[in-house]
């Protein structure tokens, strides 16, 4: 297969999709900033798409693209069983996403919500089972050369409580589907993927700046790696249609260098904020913050920052994409100055248009997309 690239679009007439087999697809985390922008490839494509939706206001943003709400919630009993048809290709992304939170939260979205899912979906024989995951899942302390998971020993922090349960749930998903037969495929995003809609990279840098603690930890000279929303859907979506995946894990990331001082000042660029000026040490931020979060264990608040933002914004973070490249010919394509462009055009429009929506309808504005 080499190195060309191959449009996930037209991947239908590839040799490696195999004969016969169904575009149609189940998708949960559809209304979420990853899952849109896979819903609307997988649209482009042909074939019947179906999106888990737990909010009735989202519906309408589901149809506009093309795609069929199927009303559910992972967490209620049941309400994944009408989602997925035989022969579908299932694309989990829906998780409960957040640098901060409590243990039960994340155990229930993510850990718990994937069982229903899991029964309701290896009931019908899917044709394949993708696991959206997250490369933080892997040991901060191995990242020498690039993390890949050739080579990483996966050992998220503790207290990185997202990756625990990120990690718990891509077991269940490769021994429920081992059990049952049935071929599993998972995608570790870098850890930031970025992009014109409500991610939960915007929504965590206007919550941080807001408060005053937006910070370059360290010198800021580390490498940042990051995704842009389109380049990681083509992925994601690559990764269930081409029958040589089952089994596999692929690492997903730009690998453009980008150093944390660039990302985070090109950012407040993209969402009207002003240039990140404060510094603090790397040991100064990491005790602050575990100590912000036991103050904030003892009130039963959420913590503002933790221990993970800090690691995550002072370790230098390289992906080695090569599985990727390699075998599905999957390379980026929308630079980081370009993509950061694009999310700049889009909060601008939103700002204009929607001044005050900004948590509200993600429908209120659809990103531009490729
Ligand atoms: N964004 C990143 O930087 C990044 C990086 C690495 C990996 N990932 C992975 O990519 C996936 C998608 O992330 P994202 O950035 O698109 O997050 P997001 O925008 O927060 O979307 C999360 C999605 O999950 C859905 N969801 C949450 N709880 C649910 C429940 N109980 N029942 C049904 N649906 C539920 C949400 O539905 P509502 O719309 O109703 O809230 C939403 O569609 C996740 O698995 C995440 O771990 C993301």
Not at 276 to 287: D, E, I, S
């Amino acid at each position: 297969m080499g190195e060309q690239v191959r449009d996930a679009t037209t991947v239908r007439e590839s040799p490696a999709f195999g004969k016969g087999c169904s575009l149609n697809a189940a998708v949960t985390g559809g209304t979420g900033f990853v899952g849109q922008a896979l819903v609307r490839l997988l649209v482009k494509r042909g074939g019947a798409v179906r999106v888990l939706v737990r909010r009735p206001e989202a519906d309408a943003t589901i149809r506009s693209l093309g795609a069929e709400p199927v009303r559910g919630d992972l967490e209620v009993p049941g309400d994944c069983d009408g989602l997925v048809r035989p022969g579908d290709v299932v694309y989990h992304a829906a998780a409960r996403v957040a640098a901060v939170g409590r243990w039960a939260d994340f155990r229930r979205t993510t850990i718990e919500g994937t069982r229903p899912l899991l029964k309701a979906a290896l009931r019908c024989r899917p044709q394949r089972f993708v696991y959206v995951s997250t490369g933080a899942v892997y040991s901060v302390k191995h990242v020498r050369g690039g993390v890949s998971a050739d080579r990483t020993p996966v050992a998220p922090p503790r207290y990185n409580l997202y990756a625990r349960a990120k990690l718990e749930a891509e077991n269940l998903v490769r021994a429920e589907c081992e059990k049952a037969g049935c071929p599993w495929t998972i995608v570790r995003l870098s850890c930031t993927v970025y992009g014109p809609g409500h991610s939960p990279l915007v929504r965590s840098f206007l919550a941080l700046a807001e408060r005053g603690f937006l910070y370059v930890v360290g010198d800021g000279q580390n490498q940042f790696a990051t995704s842009y929303v389109d380049d990681v859907a083509r992925a994601v979506l690559l990764a269930g249609v081409d029958t040589s995946t089952a089994g596999k894990i692929y690492d997903v990331a730009s690998e453009e260098p980008v150093t944390l001082c660039e990302f985070l000042n090109t950012t407040a660029w993209a969402l009207g904020l002003p240039r990140v000026r404060h510094r603090v040490a790397r040991p100064v931020a990491y005790a602050a913050a575990a100590l912000t979060e036991l103050w904030a264990r003892a009130r039963g608040r959420e913590p503002p920052f933790n221990r993970w933002l800090v690691i995550l914004m002072s370790v230098n973070q390289v992906v080695d994409t090569g599985r990727i490249r390699r075998e599905l010919g999957w390379q980026p394509r929308v630079s980081f100055k370009e993509g950061m462009r694009r999310m700049q055009e889009w909060y601008r429009q939103l700002q204009e248009g929607e001044r005050g929506t900004v948590d509200g309808d993600r429908s209120s504005l659809q990103p531009a997309h490729e």
